[in-house]
């Protein structure tokens, strides 16, 4: 589960050292650890490493990140034969929403598609092409059922911690996500950015003790959640959002799309 599933490298099935002091402690410590922070954690870390130029493979759990992709970008997902989807009473559909995915599909509509077509239509992205909030209320409903204690714990701005790995969760990123109001993001303090560039190989290192700051953080994460109206209808071009976007985001993956976006933008204020 932990090398295959959950947490795994490039090295196949194989597991570091340390998670053995986990797997060799009690079950009572296991159940207390944030197993789905740190999942989180992996999978920024592995998108993160898989953006550098020279690389061409990709580890952590990207069923995960699948999954996500296929709920807010539809026109990339497979299409699920309705005849033989999991029922919405289902007990499994009622624990991980991800298993609806288990039915029978069909990929017909993906099978010519490259690379660059991909880069094409994200750099074409209109907004009506992507579901922010795609979860049914009676699912997100079920979860937040599910922990009474920490209602808002999605929204929080922390430091989600696996040994070695710290990356932050930013949700001021993308309320829209969260059904709430996109305010302009904070960024990241100075003195935290530092942790970003650890990457286990810096030899025997006491991480407890390393991350003793952010660690601070994660245990009073309950009530800093990030709060900003619900979010409703469009956001102007004139967003104080947007215009921070624009101005500070790299905005196209390719050039073409750069030219086009531009050939968009001459047009409608024609």
Known sequence: MIGGVFFPKKSNNLISNSWLKIILGSWDDMGN????????????RSLCNASARAVKEIDG???????????????????????????????????????????????????????????????????????????????????????????????????????HIVEWHLPDRCLRQFGREQCIPLDVPESQKGYHGKDGRQGPTNWPEEYKPLIRLWNVRQGQDIVTASHVGRMGYHDPYLETYRRQSVRYMTPEGAADGALVRNFFFL
């Not at 650890?33 to 920024?44: E, F, G, M, Q, T």
């Open 61 to 163: 759990a990207m069923f995960i990140f699948q999954f996500w992709a296929w709920e807010h970008l539809p026109w990339i997902a497979p299409k699920v034969d309705p005849d033989k989807e999991w029922g919405p009473d289902h007990p499994l559909r009622h624990e991980a929403y991800g298993c609806r995915w288990l039915g029978e599909t069909t990929c017909d509509n993906l099978g010519a598609h490259k690379l660059e077509e991909y880069r094409r239509r994200l750099d074409h992205l209109w907004e009506a092409e992507l579901k922010f909030d795609p979860y049914p209320e009676r699912i997100v409903a079920h979860h937040v059922h599910k922990f009474p204690l920490h209602p808002g714990q999605w929204c929080t701005r922390v430091p989600l911690i696996c040994h």
């Open 33 to 44: 650890l944030s197993w789905a922070s740190a999942c989180l954690a992996h999978i920024y």
